[in-house]
T-cell receptor, first 111, second 111 residues
């Protein structure tokens, strides 16, 4: 059965304190792995897509990496405005290539 | 471009009532989908469509109907609302296998 697990569930960081969020997956065939950011009361906002092991993508203070079993979202010197829930989703190579989501990591950055 | 729009933003229903959640996109995307988001459960796929006239079930389709008569619109119908359908509903669209864009969500409460 396809599964996506994110850890930790919640993370509190001081401003400037770098850390990583984890997304581990077990799927029959990975077509792509997606990272989204979701602010309270809003819809998920797209951040990155990764397609193959070893691939990396960067945007401002965020960098996403991918291995054959997991993905990491590294946050360097975070700011309070980076506080949000970060969602990981896998696109499976079946049918319509739907996305299956993890439960997210709620990040709080304290000034 | 307005992107993906959803109406209403909030809705309260009594058990047994029916209603339609509206979703529209102006990006000419073939693929559209509906998710529900519940605390601790992540986003779960309800129904999806790969083009006008084509719909299929996701992970949690029971109690919901969809239709896709145009590329732009993908309404979600609750046939007889139940308290278990209290949730936040998100519509999304994408072009091919690229990233999905989400609407702002509809917060539904069934009493």
């Amino acid at each position: 059965e396809d599964q996506v697990t994110q850890s930790p569930e919640a993370l509190r960081l001081q401003e400037g304190e770098s850390s990583s969020l984890n997304c581990s997956y077990t799927v029959s065939g990975l077509r792509g792995l997606f990272w989204y950011r979701q602010d309270p009361g809003k819809g998920p906002e797209f951040l990155f897509t990764l397609y193959s092991a070893g691939e990396e993508k960067e945007k401002e203070r965020l960098k996403a990496t991918l291995t054959k079993k997991e993905s990491f979202l590294h946050i360097t010197a975070p700011k309070p405005e980076d506080s949000a829930t970060y969602l990981c989703a896998v696109q499976v190579e079946t049918g319509a290539n739907n996305l299956f989501f993890g439960t997210g990591t709620r990040l709080t950055v304290i000034p | 471009n307005a992107g993906v729009t959803q109406t209403p933003k909030f809705q309260v229903l009594k058990t047994g009532q029916s209603m339609t959640l509206q979703c529209a996109q102006d990006m000419n995307h073939e693929y559209m989908s509906w998710y529900r988001q519940d605390p601790g459960m992540g986003l779960r796929l309800i129904h999806y469509s790969v083009g006008a006239g084509i719909t299929d079930q996701g992970e949690v389709p029971n109690g919901y109907n969809v239709s896709r008569s145009t590329t732009e619109d993908f309404p979600l119908r609750l046939l007889s609302a139940a308290p278990s359908q209290t949730s936040v509903y998100f519509c999304a669209s994408r072009a091919g296998d690229h990233e999905q864009y989400f609407g702002p969500g509809t917060r539904l409460t069934v009493t």
